[in-house]
Each structure stands twice: as structure tokens, then as C-alpha cells.
């Protein structure tokens, strides 16, 4: 071999560990990136979960809500049981009036016949 095959064999060699130290280095970034990944992937997934689970129950919610709810009929049937109200209200009211009219009768019948008796 002379010394320019040397040279070149040398050259060769030098080369070939460059190429394999940037593979190793890119190998290497390419395995911290891929945990760096997984890590975050797994981050994700747990968040997916728990936006999951606040999703169903928002959903039992709903449902819940929705046998509650306030419709026409509710509001028609809450009219009547309002007038109803004021209507026994109103008769309560005449009949206290009837009696006090009654008790106001009495009395002064019988203060009169109190009066009648003194003189």
C-alpha cells in the first residue's frame, strides 16, 4: 500500500466513525424525542379521560334537568292552581266577612238587650 491508499483508508475510517457518531447522536435524540412523546401522549390520554368522565356526568346532568324542565302545560297547570288559590283566598275572605257581620249582629243585639234591661 502506499502512502495516498493510507491516506485514504484513513480517510475511510474517519468518515465512517463520523457517520456512525451521527447516527448514534441522531439514534439518540431520536429515542429522547420519542419519550419526550410518550410522555405527553400519556399526559394527553389522562386529560382525554378526565374530560371524559366530566362529559358523562354533564351528561347525567342534562338528563336530570331535562325530566325537570318547565313546560307549557307546567306553566298552565301552575295558572290554574294560582287562580284556584285566590279564589279559596277570596271565599275564606267573604266568609270571614259573613261572620264577623254575624258576631257584629249578635253583639249589638245583645247590647241592646243589656240596655233594655237597665232602663
Same mark, same amino acid.
Given at each position: 500500500?502506499?502512502?495516498?491508499?493510507?491516506?485514504?483508508?484513513?480517510?475511510?475510517?474517519?468518515?465512517?466513525?463520523?457517520?456512525?457518531?451521527f447516527?448514534?447522536?441522531?439514534?439518540?435524540?431520536?429515542?429522547?424525542?420519542? +419519550?419526550?412523546?410518550?410522555?405527553?401522549?400519556?399526559?394527553?390520554?389522562?386529560?382525554?379521560?378526565?374530560?371524559n368522565?366530566?362529559?358523562?356526568?354533564?351528561?347525567?346532568?342534562?338528563?336530570?334537568?331535562?325530566?325537570?324542565?318547565?313546560?307549557?302545560?307546567?306553566? +298552565?297547570?301552575?295558572?290554574?292552581?294560582?287562580?284556584?288559590?285566590?279564589?279559596?283566598?277570596?271565599?275564606? +275572605?267573604?266568609?270571614?266577612?259573613?261572620k264577623?257581620?254575624? +258576631?257584629?249582629?249578635?253583639?249589638?243585639?245583645?247590647?241592646?238587650?243589656?240596655?233594655?234591661?237597665?232602663?
Open positions: 500500500m502506499s502512502g495516498s491508499d493510507e491516506k485514504v483508508g484513513m480517510y475511510e475510517r474517519h468518515l465512517q466513525t463520523a457517520i456512525q457518531v447516527i448514534i447522536a441522531i439514534l439518540m435524540w431520536f429515542g429522547t424525542k420519542t +419519550i419526550a412523546t410518550s410522555d405527553t401522549v400519556i399526559r394527553l390520554e389522562l386529560q382525554v379521560a378526565a374530560l368522565d366530566k362529559f358523562v356526568e354533564l351528561q347525567a346532568v342534562v338528563a336530570a334537568t331535562k325530566n325537570t324542565r318547565y313546560t307549557e302545560a307546567d306553566a +298552565i297547570n301552575d295558572q290554574r292552581v294560582h287562580e284556584l288559590q285566590e279564589q279559596m283566598q277570596a271565599n275564606r +275572605i267573604i266568609l270571614l266577612e259573613d264577623v257581620k254575624e +258576631i257584629r249582629v249578635y253583639l249589638t243585639e245583645e247590647m241592646n238587650w243589656h240596655r233594655s234591661e237597665k232602663k
